[in-house]
């Protein structure tokens, strides 16, 4: 995930444990009578002062420290110090409050029945301390899925615990509910964090506590700071004024704090990702940090002015729907302003956690809210002393957070030439201090509209520039050459072939829009209907695209009507509700601004080169399509398709001898590159739990295991020779993995299957394949001799070459030329003989199989086809 998307989700999480906390919150308010429902608040008070004295900034602190640490080591060390700093604190404060509860409930506020609700709270106040620094080790760890995902749960589990326990219990009820909820969430939180870090936790020595300990306290303490500052600043104006305004004025007052500080919610959530994320981009990329700072802080700009003029302009009719209250109405102009002044707090909140802590500069931060509440304070008691006006008051709260933002914006342009705010944003702020002004004068809601809608337009053309400025970035390169693929196969397919190995190793240099072929709309869905994510996943393709990597973007295209591949009528109207996105995606992105190449793997990409004209045209036919188009699609309109690729073709690239004889007479420029296998896959070490996998599937089996892998389509597979072998040699054992792909599971397959010394395994991760591929004694790649195969070179050989095995092939004709180290059949007398005498011999040639597959894999062929691609490119 990207930081906009960690960032949406972070948002999405805030607000849905915000509605979830509001529910639980209706749900007590209903229970308690006014009087337990007032004690609860109190108690709740008192452990809060103790709750901010112990905080210290270690959460921040932490989340820096994880988030810019390099190995697991060291991030449990962390960790341990992080618990450490933190409960030194935490512990001797609880205690404390613990003993001193009989005083706070019977001496200063005379209800010695709330002290065993503080004794309980003082409990609370540890288990939330471990609460906080679990948290903030996934967050600095970026683990936000998990976390997030605890916090809905947890959220949810809230409701059911405290309606419970306060119906039944009452007051004792909702504290025994925080206790029950708080340990919960530790045990979930903890569990994750054992399981990222196990074998890590070593606990630290004194040396590494003070080391560690220094660097922690050093972002604490500012942090700290930076926190006090604000819980000063946003009460000042009660404060200071609390006791000489009228009563209703402190209303007034306190609505407007109320109101607008509800943007700090959002701002708390954004500011959390961004100090983790960059953190470590700070540590591993000062210049991806300079460019990522400024981006996000535009990004944020635009988010929370949307949000902002939603609510301003449109207060009066939150007052009468949500307040219902005629006695705060008149609060409308002072929450406007305070709305503004919180606006640009969280500006200033999310600044500061992106720029100056990840930088470990976090004594700017706290000079930046030091800033914002002197000229708060100093403003506070001019009002004061000149006018007692509460109009005053919340102006200058305002006014000092302008001064605050410029100071922070001139500061981050100073240190690390930072621009944080365009000159399209400078103008975008002035339209919104204008707007305020227009709203303090409590304009007609039909004049509000229209101005709303005026400065909405403005917004979201902004953010409109921003996402296509964003696509643009995000492929920022300075290679020249763009690559749109028509791949012919889905991306995220569990078998991948030539066409995701390619365009993975040639996105390490150049950008890729890989286009997935067109999927019928309706089948998708039914087959996907209990995956939401998947369904979800193909709509955010198919309407824009989706990012992989920095390099690879995958774009999926749809079917209105089924049977494209037959009928050319239906082809063209599908085609033509898909042309438009594609072509858009690839705009948006900055491709068509470069070199352009169109690399084609699926005859159907035909309909695109009207569509790219100037781009240049790759053609790596990997298949002889035409012989395989009867198996689901129309072969003479493949025909067709393909003589209109190549004759457009700049470059051809082939996979075997024999394509190469079929297609040099219909293009300019052929050249043989022969197939490759994941090589590299087969050649490092097996997880142990892919191996514990393969044990487990295969653990029945007897040797001999006589194995093959792949898609189990019969216009490939000669099942008819497998069922043969297998009814002749009952103790030989053919385990097959993979599943058929193009056509349907025909009668000899179903055959094969029931026999019972043939093993199905089916599909599985190709992460996964070489686990069980160390089992097989003998690798099949029992082909039938057709014209398809006749022209294909199977990806599948040189990975089974890479494990130095003896391979048994057949119906391959490209493959006899490797007799010498594989066995090569021609009949199914041949078939079995050579089975038997690769069983009976010693495999000498191993070295040599690994040898020559090593020259063979998915890098060294994307590097031919990358040169001969590049020496087009310079003619164009």
């Known amino acids: 995930m990207n930081l906009g998307k960690i960032q949406l989700l972070s948002v999405s999480t805030k607000a849905i444990t915000t509605v979830l906390g509001i529910i639980q919150s209706i749900i007590i308010i209903r229970v308690l009578s006014p009087t337990e429902f007032g004690i609860t608040g109190l ?130 009820g909702f504290f025994w509910a925080i206790i029950i909820t708080t340990l919960l969430m530790v045990v979930l939180i903890a569990g994750i964090v054992a399981k990222e870090l196990a074998g890590h936790l070593r606990f630290p020595n004194i040396k590494e506590i003070k080391q560690y300990g220094k660097n922690l306290l050093h972002i604490s303490v500012y942090m700290y700071i930076s926190r006090i500052f604000y819980v000063i600043w946003q009460r000042l104006p009660l404060l200071i004024l609390g006791g000489v305004i009228t009563g209703d004025q402190l209303g007034y007052l306190n609505i407007s704090l109320t109101f607008g500080s509800k943007l700090i919610i959002l701002a708390a ?21 300079l460019h990522i700072a400024e981006h996000t802080m535009h990004r944020v700009l635009l988010l929370l002015s949307l949000i902002t003029i939603t609510l301003v302009f449109f207060i009066p009719e939150i007052l009468h729907i949500v307040i219902r209250k005629a006695a705060y109405y008149p609060a409308a102009p002072f929450i406007i302003i305070m709305t503004m002044a919180f606006f640009l707090y969280s500006l200033l909140d999310i600044g500061t956690s992106s720029v100056f802590v990840p930088a470990n500069k976090p004594k700017m931060r706290a000079l930046t809210f030091g800033i914002l509440t002197l000229v708060a304070a100093v403003g506070s008691w001019g009002a004061l002393y000149a ?15 302008v001064i605050a933002y410029l100071f922070m914006i001139a500061l981050a342009y100073k240190m690390f030439r930072i621009r944080l705010v365009l000159m399209r944003m400078w103008i975008l702020l002035a339209i919104l201090g204008a707007a305020s002004t227009f709203l303090y004068a409590n304009p007609p809601l039909l004049a509000r509209i229209f101005v709303y809608a005026l400065v909405l337009l403005y917004i979201l053309t902004e953010i409109y520039r921003h996402i296509a400025a964003d696509d643009r970035d995000h492929v920022a390169s300075t290679s020249p050459v763009r690559i749109i693929c028509f791949a012919g196969a889905l991306y995220d397919q569990p078998s991948w072939t030539n066409r995701q190995h390619i365009m993975a190793q040639l996105s390490k240099r150049y950008p890729v829009l890989y286009v997935e072929p067109r999927i019928w709309i309706v089948r998708y869905i039914a087959e996907h209907f209990f995956q939401p994510k998947k369904i979800f996943q193909f709509f955010l393709r198919s309407m824009r695209y989706e990012e992989k990597s920095p390099s690879m973007f995958i774009k999926s295209q749809w079917n209105l009507i089924p049977g494209s591949r037959e009928f050319s009528w239906i082809s063209k109207i599908n085609h033509h509700l898909n042309k438009k996105s594609v072509r858009r995606s690839a705009e948006t992105l900055g491709f068509l601004d470069h070199a352009t190449v169109l690399w084609i793997y699926d005859t159907e990409a035909a309909e695109y080169l009207s569509e790219f004209q100037e781009a240049v045209v790759v053609y790596d036919c990997v298949d002889n399509h035409a012989s395989q188009a009867g198996v689901n699609r129309n072969v003479k309109r493949v025909h067709m398709e393909e003589r209109a690729i190549l004759k457009r073709s700049d470059l051809v690239a082939v996979t075997s001898k024999h394509l190469f004889k079929l297609k040099r007479k219909h293009a300019k420029n052929v050249q043989l ?59 030989w054992h053919f385990v097959f993995v993979g599943a058929p792909i193009v056509d349907k599971k025909t009668p000899i397959l179903k055959k094969l299957t029931k026999l019972p010394n043939v093993h199905m395994i089916g599909s599985i991760s190709r992460e996964d394949v070489p686990a069980y591929v160390q089992h097989f004694d003998i690798c099949l790649i029992p082909y039938k001799n057709n014209e398809y195969n006749r022209s294909s070179f199977p990806l599948k050989f040189w990975e089974f070459m890479a494990t130095g095995k ?26 079995d003989k050579l089975i038997a005498h690769h069983l009976d011999q010693k495999n000498t040639a191993s070295a040599q199989r690994k040898t020559l597959a090593h020259q063979h894999g998915w890098g060294q062929r994307a590097k031919e086809l990358e040169k001969l691609l590049l020496a087009i490119t310079k003619q164009k």
Request: proline fraction near 4%; charge should be neutral.
């Open 806 to 831: 003896p391979i048994i092939a057949t119906g391959l004709p490209e493959l006899q030329e490797y007799d010498p180290l594989i066995g090569y059949a021609t009949s199914s007398a041949q078939f």
């Open 387 to 401: 006018t007692s006006s509460i109009t005053v008051a919340v102006i200058t709260m305002c006014v000092s957070a």
């Open 43 to 172: 108690v709740m008070s008192i452990g809060g002062v103790i709750g901010v004295s112990q905080h210290l900034g270690i959460v921040d602190g932490a989340i820096r420290e994880i988030a810019v640490r390099k190995n697991k080591d060291e991030i449990g060390k962390v960790f341990w110090v992080s618990h450490i700093a933190r409960q030194m604190v935490t512990i001797p404060l609880s205690l404390l409050l613990a003993l001193l509860a009989g005083v706070i409930a019977t001496r200063i506020y005379h209800r010695p029945e709330i002290v065993p609700f503080i004794q309980i709270f003082a409990a609370v106040l540890i288990l939330q301390g471990l609460q906080d620094v679990l948290g903030a080790t996934l967050t600095g760890m970026k683990k936000f899925v998990s976390l997030y995902a605890i916090q809905i749960i947890t959220a949810t589990v809230n409701i059911a615990v405290f309606g419970y326990l306060t119906w039944k219990y009452h007051v004792q």
């Open 673 to 731: 590159v022969l197939n490759a296998g994941d090589v590299a896959l087969y050649e490092q070490p097996i997880a142990n739990q892919a191996t514990q996998k393969a044990k487990d599937a295969l653990k029945n089996i007897s040797h001999p295991i006589l194995g093959s892998v792949g898609a189990l389509d019969s216009y490939k597979y000669d099942f008819d020779l497998l069922v043969a072998s297998a009814e002749k040699n009952p103790n």
């Open 269 to 289: 959530a954004l500011s959390e990702v961004n100090l983790s994320w960059m953190s470590t981009l700070f540590a591993t990329s000062k210049e991806k940090f």
